[in-house]
T-cell receptor, first 114, second 115 residues
Framework: ELKVEQNPLFLSMQEGKNYTIYCNYS?????LYWYRQDPGKSLESLFV?????AVKQEGRLMASLDTKARLSTLHITAAVHDLSATYFC??????????????FGKGTKLTVNP | DAGVIQSPRHEVTEMGQEVTLRCKPI?????LFWYRQTMMRGLELLIY??????IDDSGMPEDRFSAKMPNASFSTLKIQPSEPRDSAVYFC????WGSGANVLTFGAGSRLTVL
């Protein structure tokens, strides 16, 4: 059974600081996704990482994927309050019946304090 | 496109009642997923469909849960009878399988409270 583990689960940080969220997974996969969820809202896609060494950046967020280590990181640079949200990573299970299913980590709740 | 549409947005019911949640995926998407989110268990995949066919229902908690997708534009998740432990937010998501990436678009969710 595929396991996706994120750490930390809770992160409180000061504005302007840098930090990294880690996502480990237990089976071979070269597809990893990051989503953001604001309180009481739905999930929105942030990044799609489709190969070993893939790196994507959007504003103060940068995601990377190391498929050999089965590890993805989400790096936050110079955090601002607007980044406060819960961040999920999700991994594809290899296709069955012509489709794939995503298994999500438990999420990292990020709070950025002024 | 209006995105993935779920109804109802909120449902409060009493234990033992039947609950039906509805989902309209994005037009052209061929995969549909039902997830359940709780504080304790996080985001759990209940079932997913590809081209209206159920592919994996191993996440469905028990026989009280059932899901159907009679056509490409509609799916239901039914709980009968409902129990307090079913209280959660239920998300429907859709994607286009075959595009090289399985990027899910989520609906707004249906918040279920079973008293």
């Amino acid at each position: 059974e595929l396991k996706v583990e994120q750490n930390p689960l809770f992160l409180s940080m000061q504005e302007g600081k840098n930090y990294t969220i880690y996502c480990n997974y237990s089976t071979t996969s070269d597809r990893l996704y990051w989503y953001r969820q604001d309180p009481g809202k739905s999930l929105e896609s942030l990044f799609v990482l489709l190969s070993n060494g893939a790196v994507k950046q959007e504003g103060r967020l940068m995601a990377s994927l190391d498929t050999k280590a089965r590890l993805s990181t989400l790096h936050i640079t110079a955090a601002v309050h607007d980044l406060s949200a819960t961040y999920f990573c999700a991994v594809d299970i290899p296709p069955q019946g012509g489709s794939e299913k995503l298994v999500f980590g438990k999420g990292t709740k990020l709070t950025v304090n002024p | 496109d209006a995105g993935v549409i779920q109804s109802p947005r909120h449902e409060v019911t009493e234990m033992g009642q039947e609950v039906t949640l509805r989902c309209k995926p994005i037009s052209g998407h061929n995969s549909l997923f039902w997830y359940r989110q709780t504080m304790m268990r996080g985001l759990e995949l209940l079932i997913y469909f590809n081209n209206n066919v159920p592919i994996d229902d191993s996440g469905m908690p028990e026989d009280r849960f059932s899901a159907k997708m009679p056509n490409a534009s509609f799916s239901t998740l039914k709980i009968q009878p409902s129990e307090p432990r079913d209280s959660a937010v239920y998300f429907c998501a859709s994607s286009f399988w075959g595009s090289g990436a399985n990027v899910l678009t989520f609906g707004a969710g249906s918040r279920l409270t079973v008293l």
